[in-house]
């Protein structure tokens, strides 16, 4: 396997490290000025659609939540998330995320207070990796 040009733009490499030693060099220098404001946007904007280290294909994803989980969609997608009201309990989001197990992860960790809607191959892969869990405590 060799990388080619498509796969350097999916996964925007040079960017990515550029950011990230402008990073580590804040840290060492104290210099709280080194990120542009574009780059400080880009950065928040990155860690709110992954989860965790690792990244996954971005999708954009459907999700219920019951209406006391309103501050962590907040805390998780920004206070600029658009908010579908389903019910009297339930609204829903779609944001885009990177689908990962730390995505599923977040999402078992929420204690069936969330539930993903669509697309159909991420919901499918949720219960894929709910199955594979389950067996091994059989």
Do not use: C
């Not at 805390?75 to 908010?83: A, I, L, N, Q, R």
């Not at 078992?108 to 191959?121: A, E, H, Y």
């Amino acid at each position: 396997f060799w990388p080619d040009i498509t796969l350097d733009e999916y996964i925007n490499l040079k960017a990515r490290v550029e950011t990230r030693m402008k990073i580590v060099d804040m840290t060492a220098t104290g210099d709280d000025n080194l990120l542009s404001d574009d780059e400080k946007i880009d950065l928040d904007h990155y860690r709110q659609y992954t989860f965790g280290m690792y990244d996954g294909k971005v999708e954009t994803v459907r999700l219920r939540f019951f209406h006391r989980m309103m501050n962590t969609v907040i805390d998780k997608f920004g206070s600029d998330v658009v908010v579908y009201k389903v019910d009297d309990e339930h609204f829903e989001i779609e944001v885009p995320v990177a689908v990962s197990p730390q995505f599923f992860g977040w999402i078992f960790g929420l204690g069936g207070q969330v539930q993903i809607m669509s697309p159909k191959p991420v919901v499918r892969k949720m219960k894929d990796m709910l199955k594979r869990v389950g067996d091994k405590y059989q």
